[in-house]
């Protein structure tokens, strides 16, 4: 029987041709916005997920001003003081996963709750490369134990050569467009001569791609070289700190904060600096997905509702159409369930017709936004994930759209009298 209601269904659509297409156009258009911005969101979240358990869950950002849209602005900064005062934070709380005694209060507030903090500078600086000058970002890491920390949170991995050594001043490590001669119009691989802010470096290691253009387009040398060519010292643009194992890394950051506010002599809520662990970062990131998701999707629910007015309106002319058709069809024995069944299943088909259409566009269009994004935008966190799930779930919801939207039609087409259905012209 519901072989019988599809093939009927495939053959009335058929029939109606040019506005059976017009009828799915808001199907394919919410179902495409629907596949492609939830393919992009999770793939973006996982990308994000992914970067944030690379760096670690016990690492925290220190930030000057109100976070990282203040990095640089000058309004306020971070100085070597402050990274000796981060490093210094005691664990006034609980190890993670711990029951401790009352006498072991005082054993656990003697132990820091950070392991190791390291600054880090960042300037933009008149570049030069066998004879062509740019504008780049050259930042200043710390050459001792504490660069470490800088390369794990910032993924700064090197993929020829090696970082700077302790005593070597006018080193430079070079990013992953830089050396593949995406900056300069010529690769600047190990050995060559730099010129930053008229002082010569020397190439002494190459980056792989972190996946940002400014970060794969940077330079970076020993911090105190950096403050010393720009003359500005003890002004980070953010520190970032490690937090031993067993203590809690929210607690250890909140303890900063503390301490950074007594040091200042500010009181909460007055800050002048932004305290962030990773957990919270990927929270952040995952709100504003979730909220650009949420736009985004109340658009193409839009489209839906506007495509399911559609196939309504198409399935009454339909009825209207097949009036006789549907008399004759309750005259040899068609019953009332039967009619509503038929026209139900039409409607579905209608609805999961523009649903595979819709999941086909909207593929394409998120695989072409990573395409854009990752190749000219330089931008690795836009990915696209496609599961089957996605498309299984895009696909059953376009067919009970469809349906929902057939069932008054369908009603109407039911409660036809087989005599009147007859006459009608």
């Known amino acids: 029987m519901i072989d019988d209601y599809i093939r009927i269904s495939i053959r009335s659509i058929r029939h109606q041709g040019t506005r059976s297409w017009l009828t799915m156009l808001g199907i394919f258009i919410g179902i495409a916005t629907i596949v492609s911005l939830i393919s992009l ?5 996982d990308a994000i997920n992914q970067m944030m358990s690379s760096v670690g869950v016990n690492l925290i ?3 000057p001003g109100a976070g990282f849209q203040s990095m640089g602005s000058g309004a306020t900064k971070l100085t070597g003081e402050d990274v000796d005062l981060i490093e210094s ?7 993670v996963k711990a029951t401790l005694r009352s006498e072991d209060v005082d054993l656990i507030e003697s132990v820091h709750g950070v392991n190791l903090a390291a600054g880090m500078t960042s300037k933009v600086a008149k570049v030069e490369s ?6 780049g970002f050259v930042s200043g890491l710390p050459t001792d134990k504490r660069q470490k920390i800088i390369e794990d949170m910032e993924s700064i991995r090197i993929a020829e050569g090696r970082f700077f050594k302790d005593d070597e001043k006018f080193g430079v490590g070079v ?5 593949n001669g995406d900056f300069f119009s010529k690769p600047v691989t190990i050995g060559d001569r730099v010129t930053i802010n008229e002082k010569v470096f020397r190439v002494v290691g190459t980056l792989e791609k972190i996946g940002s253009k400014d970060d794969d387009e940077a330079f970076y040398i020993p911090l105190e070289t ?10 980070y643009i953010v520190v970032m700190a490690q937090v031993k194992d067993g203590f809690d890394t929210a607690e250890v950051a909140e303890n900063i904060k503390k301490k950074l506010r007594k040091d200042r002599g500010l009181n909460e809520g007055e800050e002048d600096f932004n305290v962030q662990t990773v957990e919270q970062m990927s929270e952040s990131f995952g709100i504003i997905l979730n909220v650009v998701n949420l736009v985004f999707l109340g658009i193409a629910g839009i489209s839906l509702f506007v495509g399911g ?4 309106n198409t399935m009454y002319t339909s009825v209207l159409q097949r009036t006789r058709e549907i008399g004759i069809m309750k005259a040899v024995g068609a019953r009332n369930g039967d009619i509503m069944g038929l026209f139900i299943v039409e409607s579905g088909v209608i609805g999961i017709a523009g649903g595979i259409v819709g999941v086909i566009i909207g593929l394409g269009l998120s695989k072409t936004v990573e395409f854009i994004a990752v190749n000219n ?4 966190v836009m990915k696209a994930h496609v599961s089957w799930q996605l498309i299984v779930g895009a696909l059953a919801f376009s067919f009970i759209v469809g349906c929902i939207s057939g069932t008054l039609p369908a009603r109407q087409a039911a409660k036809l009298r087989p005599v009147e259905a007859l006459r009608y012209e």
Request: glycine share 14%.
């Open 41 to 45: 969101g999770q793939g973006m979240e």
């Open 226 to 235: 950096s403050e010393e060519l720009f003359n500005d010292y003890d002004n």
């Open 61 to 63: 950002y220190v930030m």
């Open 309 to 312: 007015i559609g196939i309504m």
């Open 130 to 135: 066998h004879g062509e000058s740019k504008f």
């Open 175 to 179: 990013g992953f467009r830089v050396a």
């Open 89 to 95: 934070v005691p664990l006034i709380g609980l190890p």
């Open 377 to 380: 935008l330089y931008l690795d």
